[in-house]
């Protein structure tokens, strides 16, 4: 059992940075990923960007260059730094922890959400 919180959101002008913190208790897997999705108003949910145990980091196209995901594995935290942002990155971000089991990635946990909006 494993519980995801998220904190950082909030209201930015474009141009500006955010960022967002997720720490996770419980049991955690050895191979496991943690990552940030967002879905906005009238969209499906996305992956944004996530990182393993091991330090290996997936980003979306659109984002690239743009955010900056780390993570903490003593203390069992990621992060998204997310710089000059705009209109389109207005979203509710949640957190995500995926395990690699039996040959596949699966889906341990998410986040309450977290708004993010982007607006002058």
């Known amino acids: 059992q494993v519980q995801l919180v998220e904190s950082g959101g909030g209201l930015v002008q474009p141009g500006g940075s955010l960022r967002l913190s997720c720490a996770a208790s419980?049991?955690?897997?050895?191979?496991?990923?943690m990552g940030w999705y967002r879905q906005a108003s009238g969209k499906q949910r996305e992956l944004v960007a996530d990182?393993?145990?091991?330090?290996?980091?997936n980003y979306a196209d659109s984002v690239k260059g743009q955010f900056i995901i780390t993570r903490d594995n003593v203390k069992n935290t990621v992060s998204l730094q997310m710089n000059n942002l705009k209109p389109e990155d207005t979203a509710v971000y949640y957190c995500?922890?995926?395990?690699?089991?039996?040959?596949?990635?699966?889906?341990?946990?998410w986040g309450q959400g977290t708004q993010v909006t982007v607006s002058s």
């Open positions: 419980g049991s955690i897997f050895s191979i496991n990923a």
């Open positions: 995500n922890l995926s395990s690699y089991k039996l040959g596949r990635w699966r889906s341990d946990a």
């Open positions: 990182i393993t145990n091991g330090g290996s980091t």
